[in-house]
């Protein structure tokens, strides 16, 4: 008996649609982890430890007294003990407000209202840079001093 119905060809999906399915399934699959991530990122509760402010102020006067006493012993010039006072009145601010005052300009400091370290700057400013440094070191390091002790 011979058979006169011929079998039909496999179905099969047309590559098309398999290629959309798929970069579909991989859309959304990254999709879900990038917003994963962000949600974990977001979750993450940095908890600020409260300043004790005492303790901070202690440790710049120290370092005043170090660059003082520094001065007095000859073992730097004023010119280094400008640039030292700066740096000690800038890590201090940096210290309580987090404002990184450290790697700023004057124009800088000028800009983020902060009048007294602004003053305190400027006055570091020349006898810091020029070649002969011609300044009351001693004066400056005295205000400084009280501004460290006055800042709330």
């Known amino acids: 008996m011979q058979i006169t119905v011929k079998m039909q060809d496999s179905f099969s999906y047309p590559i098309v649609s398999i290629t959309m399915v798929i970069l579909l399934f991989l859309a959304f699959t990254f999709l879900y982890f990038i917003l994963k991530h962000r949600e974990n990122k977001s979750e993450k509760v940095v908890e600020m430890k409260p300043k004790n402010v005492k303790d901070i102020k202690k440790k710049y006067l ?3 007294e170090k660059i003082e006493a520094s001065l007095d012993n000859n073992r730097i010039s004023s010119r280094k003990a400008y640039q030292q ?3 000690v009145i800038r890590f201090f601010v940096f210290e309580l407000t987090d404002i990184n005052v450290q790697n700023y300009t004057l124009q800088e400091i000028e ?3 902060m009048p007294i370290l602004s003053e305190l700057i400027r006055e570091y400013y020349v006898p810091e840079f020029s070649k002969d440094s011609k300044g009351d070191i001693k004066n400056s390091i005295e ?3 009280k501004v460290i002790n006055k800042w709330n």
């Open 62 to 64: 120290k370092k005043l």
């Open 85 to 87: 006072t700066s740096e």
């Open 111 to 113: 800009q983020i209202d």
């Open 143 to 145: 205000k400084t001093r």
